[in-house]
């Protein structure tokens, strides 16, 4: 019997120590847009589809231009997306009347390129105003005013 105790381990100080108790995590309610994870080098956004009921094909069309897709929920297997049932997008991944799209990183980064000297361009031109640099002696005049009568005598 003494031998059978020697044989038998004893459990390592590590396994006798207490688990490390994680600390709970408040409730808060759910993301109503929670994404499936992009791909790498992509880029996931919900588009606006649909709008008061109504849908917003203008919007949709404007960024399938822009170089958007739409994410299929058969290309993530693994867990269930909410998606569109029947029509000309069904299986498209969708909550609320928006749709999940992607893009490459590389073109959001020309979008923001694009923006960025878009904005640079108008705070130039204002910058550059001619009507800043105008002399006391020679002024720039800018008189803008309209005057809408309803018949009637004018009364001046």
């Known amino acids: 019997m003494e031998k059978d105790k020697m044989k038998t381990k004893l459990p390592s100080r590590e396994s006798e120590t207490r688990a490390k108790q994680e600390r709970r995590k408040p409730w808060a309610p759910p993301s ?67 749709m999940l799209a992607r893009i490459p990183e590389e073109t959001v980064e020309e ?19 001619p009507l800043k640099d105008q002399h006391p002696s020679m002024p720039i005049s800018q008189e803008r005013s309209s005057r809408v009568t309803f018949g009637g005598k004018n009364k001046n």
């Open 32 to 98: 109503q847009l929670d994404a499936p994870p992009a791909p790498d080098g992509f880029v996931h956004r919900w588009i606006r589809a649909e709008s008061v009921g109504q849908m917003d094909q203008k919007n949709v069309s404007a960024r399938l231009r822009e170089g958007w897709e739409f994410v299929r929920g058969d290309e993530y297997p693994d867990t269930e997306w909410p998606q569109i049932d029947s029509g000309k997008y069904q299986g498209v991944i969708a909550v609320g009347g928006l």
């Open 111 to 129: 979008r923001k390129q694009y923006f960025a000297q878009r904005t640079q361009d108008k705070e130039d031109a204002v910058a550059n105003d």
